[in-house]
């Protein structure tokens, strides 16, 4: 698998990317047009699955383009995931990669492993229908269209509620146009959800505090909402109640560490895998008096601060 769900084969002696399939799988391949050397394609026909592929837990696999492993059982899923990062360390950064590569994996309790892990997820809306109503679930894989999601299995529950709520607020038309993309978000405190909604086009600032009661009024259960303009947009983002959520992490001497993390600022999306990656930075950077760390791209400090 590579890094972003694709199954690699060979063809010609050319790696190929083929969406939709999985190590193991026999599969006929329509090739796609080459785009800068790499060549990619798509299943026609699945001729003999994979020993690992299963029924996927999600109605939507395949279509959505959150979840590409979801088709490998959970063992697999893990085991490729160690394949990436050899093959980062290996073929990319030409440098010795372990024998064996571990895995630790970290479920969160009360749902079922590998799933409900989510703190954090990006939801889009479509165009507005009959009455206002707008469908709301996620990009299929390499598009602009909306696949219309129910529920998104790999959202932590209180972010699964939050969806719900979102998408109860779309089909009755309360969610105007202009809001194109949610990102629903939870902190330490499962009852503290906050939302980054985002426009698609600019709107003038009377109207964009407009557009964020109405949504505050239609979605309840929200602690907080911010409402951010399109990129480059010269405009203000406007927020109503508490927007910032807490995430605590392992500390100097393994104390908590409690960071405040402000609405749309990117965050690791599963806190217990986070934690865990946390403590083994730490360990592996070892920081001393007269060494200099740059935490790039470092977000809310999730690495710097601990």
Do not use: K
Request: proline share 10%; hydrophobic share 45%.
């Amino acid at each position: 698998m590579a890094g972003g769900g694709d199954g690699i084969a060979r063809y010609e002696g050319r790696a190929v990317f083929v969406s939709g399939s999985l190590p193991g799988d026999r599969v006929r391949v329509r090739l796609l047009p080459a785009r800068g050397g790499r060549l990619e394609g798509r299943v026609v026909e699945l001729l003999e699955p994979s020993p690992a592929r299963v029924a996927p837990p999600c109605p939507y696999a395949g279509r959505c383009g959150g979840c590409a492993w979801l088709a490998l059982d959970l063992a697999a899923q893990r085991r490729g995931r160690a394949d990436v990062v050899r093959d980062a360390l290996v073929r990319i950064g030409r440098l010795e990669a372990p024998a064996e590569i571990p895995v630790v994996a970290v479920d969160p309790s009360g749902v079922p492993p590998g799933l409900g892990y989510r703190a954090r997820i990006e939801a889009a809306l479509g165009p507005a229908g009959e009455r206002g109503r707008r469908a709301v679930g996620f990009r299929a894989a390499a598009s602009h269209e909306v696949v219309d999601v129910e529920r998104c299995a790999v959202a932590s529950p209180p972010v699964a509620a939050a969806f719900e709520r979102l998408r109860a607020a779309a089909a009755a038309g309360r969610v105007p146009p202009p809001i194109v993309e949610v990102e629903i978000a939870v902190g330490d405190d499962p009852a503290h959800v906050v939302a980054t909604a985002r426009l698609g086009a600019a709107v003038a600032s009377r109207e964009a505090a407009r557009l964020a009661d109405r949504l505050v009024a239609a979605w309840p259960g929200l602690a907080g909402l911010r409402l951010e303009p399109p990129a480059g947009a010269a405009a203000s983002a406007v927020e109503r109640g508490r927007t910032a959520l807490t995430v605590t992490v392992p500390g100097p001497g393994g104390r908590p560490l409690p960071l405040e993390v402000p609405a749309g600022v990117f965050m690791q999306a599963n806190p217990a895998v986070n934690a865990r990656l946390v403590e083994a930075v730490a360990r592996a950077v070892a920081p001393r008096e007269g060494v200099r760390l740059l935490d790039l791209y470092c977000g809310a400090g999730n690495f710097a601060l601990p």
